[in-house]
């Protein structure tokens, strides 16, 4: 989908002379000015408003030294980041990532993608995200909390209950989540609902672990059955084995469909009998080990591991046949070979666990293919959906039960589906639920920010 309207080609243009050198900030801007084009031309009032002036642009962005000694007694310097991009609806809201691979762009493409992924969910959050180039792997638990206590020394002065509240993403599971409460608390001197994915002692909601994974499975449950379709029966293909890998993994079995890989960022595991949850969980969860050690201690005869990105679908006995794609890894896992390979080795659905995984030229083959394409910000905002029900029980001081929980999540992945349904139909792309999930999510926003004026 080409730009063709002046003034959002010429706005584009601005933010790529502000944001220089952070292609998948420009990525992602792109997608949802392209998307928002029917929007442009229908409401000059937004436009007079300077809405998409101001939604381009994060209200805030702090980065900070992130200093905390090693084993050796060597100090580590890292860079830390909180992007708070948009607080019209609701206060900051978005995880922490620490991945090596992390720099201000990467931060600000996924707090841009907050803002309408959290709208979205039909709870008041605005949008944020933040993180570090820390890597969390083969450090040892106090070099793992020193750097947390550090990271939150600095944080601690921009978030709040009622201000920013993050949680985890890449790299931030329950111990950073545990290690940065315990040091907020502390410096602050305040028990509150600061973060989100607490643990379930001291604040954190049930189902919030399952959330962003089975969250998936229900968005695209609704999305095949829409299309007369269903999971039952069906072939699945994930990638990545971290939280969202191993919920949707789960999820998706429940639902009757088998799961044949999982990955990480060395390679991945092809097991045509069904993924072994359990040892998946134990080696990822438990022992934080490489997907690689599934095929030397699995019971299932036909499982291999081979080198590379699962999305090459190929493997030593032929080729992976598929009917649904769940990539739950990271940005850009997917690029146009690998969806012509899903697409070659029968694939019909793809939804995202992980935020931005498909390329845009990704993207583009499934859609000219006819592919049902479940994006991102609708498919996985499962997790902050359900970190919007933990805010809610730490403001009553009451925890609800998993059926509760996750009942509430299973009726906010259906009402998210429908309205990206429905914008895609109002707005002339029927079917096309990526333009959906923009405009819905850009919508509720926008009116938001022009009833509070030019803030
Ligand atoms: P985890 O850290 O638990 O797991 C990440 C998984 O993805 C690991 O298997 C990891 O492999 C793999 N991975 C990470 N980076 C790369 C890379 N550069 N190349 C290949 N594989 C990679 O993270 P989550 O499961 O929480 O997050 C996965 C995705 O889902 C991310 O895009 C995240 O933003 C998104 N997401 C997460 C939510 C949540 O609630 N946690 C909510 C919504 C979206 P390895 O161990 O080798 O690094
Ligand atoms: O990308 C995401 O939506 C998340 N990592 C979850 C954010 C949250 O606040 O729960």
Redesign the pocket.
Known sequence: MALKNQYLIDLLETVKKRNPGEPEFIQAVTEVLETLQPVAEKRQDLIDAGVFERIVEPERQIMFRVPWVDDNGKVQVNRGFRVQFNSAIGPY?????LHPSVYLGIIKF?GF??VF??SLTTLP?GGG?GGSDFDPKGKSDGEVMRFCQSFMTELCKHIGADTD??????G?GAREIGFMFGQYKRLRNEFTGVL??KGLTYGGSLA?TE??GYGLCYFTDEMLKANGSSFDGKTVVISGSGNVAIYATQKATELGAKVVTVSDSNGYIYDPDGIELALVQQIKEVERGRIKEYAERTSHKNAEYHEGSVWTLKCNAGSIKLDIALPCATQNEINEDGAKAIVANGGFAVAEGA?MPSTPEAIETYLSNGLLYGP?KAA??G??????L?MSQNSERLSWTFEEVDSKLHGIMKSIFKACDEAAKEYGCEGNYMAGANIAGFLKVAEAMKAQGCV
Not at 165 to 170: E, M, S, T
Request: charged residues 25%.
């Open positions: 809201k978005g995880g922490i990532r996924l993608e907050q992924k959290n959050m995200k509240v993050p949680a985890g993403d890449i931030t989100t994915g919030r959330a962003t935020n991102a996985n905002a997790g902050v959906a359900t970190s919007g933990e």
